[in-house]
């Protein structure tokens, strides 16, 4: 099986929010409070250039739900992880990469950004990403170190 990825259009929101909103739910759990369901999903609706939702499928079969938003820093530009919910830990590299696949058709972005629980560390990091701070980061372009 290979790993796709699809980024939801508003109306897959719309007509997908009742798989969507618990999904988000349960990985905000574990979050600090930076974002309810309710926050994220309006965002994709109402500021679909700078927030969105991915499903992730292995072969045919969904097996995450990921939510990102643009961040744009004084000196690059990130996409950043807000959630990521689902089977993801055994092919975390393969779905990383796919990931990084798809980020790579947007120049203007520099890099991809998660903040999460360090259980995320490990398999990440094993997958090139560097941890910085509480962030872990991983550059989208030759030569960027951030």
């Given at each position: 099986m290979?790993?796709k990825?699809?980024?939801l259009?508003?109306e897959?929101v719309?007509?997908d929010?009742?798989?969507?909103?618990?999904?988000?739910?349960?990985?905000?759990?574990?979050s600090?409070g930076?974002?309810t369901p309710?926050q994220?999903?309006?965002?994709c609706?109402?500021d679909?250039?700078?927030?969105h939702?991915?499903y992730?499928?292995?072969?045919?079969?969904?097996v995450a739900?990921a939510?990102t938003?643009?961040?744009?820093?004084?000196n690059?530009?990130?996409?950043?992880?807000?959630?990521?919910g689902?089977k993801t830990?055994?092919?975390?590299?393969?779905?990383t990469e796919?990931?990084?696949?798809?980020?790579?058709q947007?120049?203007q972005?520099d890099?991809?950004?998660?903040?999460?629980?360090?259980g995320?560390?490990?398999?990440?990091?094993?997958?090139?990403?560097?941890e910085?701070?509480?962030?872990?980061?991983?550059s989208?372009?030759?030569g960027?170190?951030?």
């Amino acid at each position: 099986m290979t790993i796709k990825i699809k980024q939801l259009t508003k109306e897959d929101v719309f007509k997908d929010y009742s798989e969507i909103l618990p999904e988000l739910k349960k990985a905000l759990d574990h979050s600090s409070g930076e974002w309810t369901p309710q926050q994220v999903i309006e965002g994709c609706i109402h500021d679909p250039s700078n927030m969105h939702i991915w499903y992730v499928y292995d072969g045919d079969e969904r097996v995450a739900i990921a939510s990102t938003r643009v961040v744009k820093y004084n000196n690059f530009l990130a996409i950043h992880i807000i959630t990521l919910g689902g089977k993801t830990n055994d092919k975390m590299t393969e779905w990383t990469e796919e990931f990084i696949n798809i980020l790579k058709q947007y120049p203007q972005l520099d890099c991809i950004e998660c903040t999460g629980r360090k259980g995320l560390l490990k398999p990440l990091i094993k997958a090139g990403w560097k941890e910085r701070y509480v962030t872990i980061r991983k550059s989208l372009k030759e030569g960027f170190d951030v």
